[in-house]
């Protein structure tokens, strides 16, 4: 018998009929069953980070270093809708050099999150690209194990918004544990 059986059967063994059947239905959103209570084996996380993404705390490596020969897969990806309204608004050069600019802040932040990573011991494969932020991370993640995303990925955050809309949809769309930095 599991802990969540066990504990609705202790908790209302003198409750009988629907009444029961009612309340294991109304504490299954709050508390694990047997089979949600296993832990998934995590070979791979995907990680994506973006202009918004500034830093990675260094607890988030710690906690990452737990999961034993898993590979991390980074992923920047410069966001295309922006870059289409850069174009339609300025000329070729600034266009160039914003560009440019969104690309060595992506190789910078990339190189330093491989860096810290491989220092706790993962192996990690990096990748930027320009694309559709949420469409290209919800497609990647049906390949990996475990998604791990910052707050602010994809848009600033405020104190009346904490998480950013992409991130939101990420974590009410996942079909994979997931970890909100």
Known sequence: MGYFTSLIQRKFKDVAGRRYDTVVKEYREFLLTEEEAVVPEVRSILMPLDYFVKEIPPALYETLSTYEGATVSLVYIIDMEVIRIVEDSLDETVIQDFKQKREAFGEELLARAVSDLESVGLPVKSRLFSGKKY???????????????????????????????????????????????
Do not use: C, F, W
């Not at 049906?142 to 791990?148: A, E, G, I, P, S």
């Not at 995303?149 to 009346?160: F, L, R």
């Open 135 to 181: 469409e290209n991370i919800h497609e990647l993640m049906r390949t990996h194990d475990m998604l791990v995303v910052s707050k602010q990925y994809g848009a600033s955050t405020t104190e009346i918004s904490p998480l950013s809309s992409v991130t939101l949809k990420l974590a009410q769309t996942a079909d994979v544990p997931i970890i909100v930095y």
